[in-house]
């Protein structure tokens, strides 16, 4: 059986949790060795010896071992448009982005799909779910699938019905927004043998809430009673997408419960958050396109929400494809956004009408009997007694909150035997960790470090990066053919894959430049039914 030995590491370990709720403190363990076989961790210790002479050992000395990152929110097969966002919001992507969906052959979702896929592991993701909003036929989603189980990663992939277009100008839509071969191919999914040694999971992805009550309550007990143990949902509240509040909808239709993960949720109230609670479901934050879209806040370091928040990627045809960048920006987010409620903050005072200051606005004049007094509200900044947000609850968003919120914390999410190998190996010598490392590894990882410091990555027990750098990527599966990579079975390089998606994104430019973009959005913004008055320059 293959083994493989990390030795005279500082690995990251939580700490058992007393219960199910209780989110486990991250404590390093200097000095010590874990040991792999097969899929699995088998020993952490702080001496260990090769079991035989065909370990694999790898030397960790000055190097941090972090469990795998898991990203809760990811539209995968998007690579080809990256670079295309990097201005625009959210009408703007729907247009540019997830609407080019419909000039993706199977041949480009497979590219796309794999580099994607790379990408993350690149960056130190092992596990990722998929909200796979491509499944204009079958064969798109054979084509994502296969390059998924070809990638290596771990991945709940989601399922999605989209509206698939039948006409760009005006926008036509297919009226079937339920075609049966959609569940008929889940059901083949979920009968078939495991995907990846069992690293592919399925998922639902769903966003309809426009349908009548009973068409949801049937559709999610069919997919539910087909053995699909996650189901995912947008919920945001904006101009262009709201006035529905997806946890009261799916508490009103007793269907939320702990398999129910929503993105966003930016604008959820209270209440949505007791629901949310209650019920044991999930949140995922994706920083960079809920900062860039306007789609409000991220939540997750909210001391209410964050129990039952992650982190996901969103589109990395937008922003990078590593949570060590969501990590870092969500949290120094939630603090500026925190220090900026003491910096502004006023007192009420009352003051004789002329001792008011011109600049100030008096708000109102006090009656004759009480005197002739004024008030106004003074500036008075304040400075924070404590930081409110930790390194720690950014590095628990990227790795066990995030295995919680996909259902698998017990299999991955953190490092303890008996769980799946999945992990990232740091090199905590680089000029950016060196001292960061010795002081504090999480501190380091989340305030420090960059893709560039990731020099191994272990998904499943498998070595996928080492050295710095993705080792290359097996090609077998038989439905290479029908995809039509005109490859076979082979071993490709990183270098094959970026030429090969780089020509794909050729060809697609080709079809995007007859694309009406302009006449696109306005066509979205009456199918959204946005009001004009409520896109504005300034308030």
């Known amino acids: 059986m293959p083994t493989i030995l990390l030795q005279n590491a500082t690995i990251l370990s939580h700490s058992p949790p007393t219960n199910p709720h209780e989110i486990p403190k991250v404590v390093p363990l200097r000095n010590h060795s874990l040991l792999i076989v097969n899929n699995f961790i088998a020993q952490i210790g702080p001496s260990l010896d090769p079991p035989s002479s065909d370990t694999k050992v790898i030397d960790c000395e000055g190097k941090i071992v972090s469990p795998g990152f898991v990203d809760t929110h990811h539209h995968v097969w998007q690579t080809q448009s990256s670079g295309c966002h990097a201005d625009q919001l959210l009408l703007d992507y729907l247009a540019a982005g997830s609407l080019t969906g419909a000039t993706f052959s199977p041949r480009d979702v497979f590219w796309g799909q794999l580099a994607g896929c790379l990408q993350a592991i690149d960056g130190g993701t092992t596990a990722l779910l998929d909200h796979s909003n491509i499944s204009y036929s079958s064969r798109h989603t054979e084509a994502a699938l296969t390059a998924t189980e070809c990638s290596g990663i771990r991945s709940v992939y989601a399922v999605t019905p989209v509206q698939r277009l039948k006409a760009w100008e005006p926008l036509a839509w297919d009226e079937d927004l339920l075609p049966s071969w959609i569940f008929e191919q ?35 007990d069919r997919v539910r009673n087909l053995g699909i143990k996650l189901i ?5 509240n904006t101009p262009i997408f709201g006035g529905v509040s997806v946890p009261k909808v799916l508490a009103d239709y007793n269907l939320l419960s702990s398999d129910i993960l929503l993105s966003h949720a930016n604008q959820a109230d209270e209440d949505d958050i007791a629901l949310i609670q209650q019920h044991g479901a999930h949140l995922s934050s994706t920083i960079d ?20 928040s992650s982190l996901g990627i969103d589109v990395h045809s937008n922003n990078s494809s590593d949570l060590l960048s969501a990590m870092r920006l969500g949290l120094q987010a939630a603090r500026g956004a925190h220090n900026s409620l003491f910096l502004g903050h006023s007192e009420f005072k009352l003051m004789a009408p002329q001792d008011v200051p011109k600049t100030k606005t008096t708000m109102s004049s006090l009656p004759n009997g009480f005197g002739k007094l004024a008030f106004h509200w003074q500036p008075r900044p304040k400075n924070p007694r404590n930081i409110n947000a930790t390194v720690q609850q950014a590095f628990n968003l990227g790795t066990i909150l995030g295995a919680r919120a996909l259902g698998l914390e017990k299999q991955i999410g953190s490092l303890a035997v008996g769980k799946r190998a999945d992990i990232v190996i740091f090199d905590a010598t680089t000029p950016a960790m060196a001292c960061a490392a010795e002081e504090d590894p999480i501190a380091a990882i989340v305030m420090h470090a960059s893709v560039r410091d990731i020099e191994t990555v272990i998904v ?28 076979g079975e082979t071993m490709i390089e990183w270098a094959d894959v970026a030429k090969e998606v780089k020509r794909s994104r050729t060809r697609l430019k080709e079809k995007w430049e007859g694309i009406n973009f302009d006449r696109l959005k306005t066509d979205l913004k009456t199918m959204l039914r946005v009001n004009e008055e409520d896109l504005v320059d300034e308030l």
Request: include cysteine.
């Open 186 to 220: 889940i059901e083949r999914l979920m009968k078939a043998p495991p995907l990846g040694e069992g690293r592919i999971k399925f998922a639902f992805g769903f966003d309809w809430y426009f349908l009548p009550k009973e068409a949801i309550i049937g559709l999610f």
């Open 232 to 236: 995912t949902s947008h919920y945001t």
């Open 289 to 308: 396109t809920e900062l860039q879209f306007a789609l409000g806040h991220p939540i997750c370091f909210d001391q209410k929400c964050h129990p039952s």
């Open 460 to 487: 499943d027990g498998v070595v996928r990066k080492e050295g710095g750098k993705l080792l290359p990527t097996l090609i077998t599966d038989a439905n290479l053919a029908e995809v039509g990579t005109g490859l």
